[in-house]
């Protein structure tokens, strides 16, 4: 009988995009994650910043990594990498089952290169 964290991690294997963390001037090696952006802006508006023009929002994303990549070891400081694209982690989990950590989630802000402002 095949186990939980196997299944997902095979899951995330297929349904993954390629990423690495990078912090500090250090890079990890590339692996498969699951990042999708959350639409509901109800449930996923955590930070609204607000201008003299008006609310500004970031946007924000789901991880979901298998449990050979701990995401609550890296510090405040370390970005996921895809696609050319940084974002940080705004909080970060493990998930367990029968006390074994069975994958990592999280929520990710994206971030703009180049400039003062956030997206």
Known sequence: MMNQEFIIKKQIEMAGKEVRFSEYGWDSA??????????????SDFEPKFTEIGAAY???????????????????????VMDGEKYEFKCKDAVFFD??????TGILRALKENSDYEI
């Open 58 to 80: 970031s946007q924000y994303y789901l991880y979901i990594g298998s449990s050979e990549h701990d995401i609550t070891s890296l510090s405040d400081d370390a970005l996921l």
């Open 99 to 104: 006390n074994r950590i069975i994958y990592y």
């Open 30 to 43: 590339p692996f498969r994650a699951v990042v999708t952006h959350l639409w509901r802006r109800k449930s």
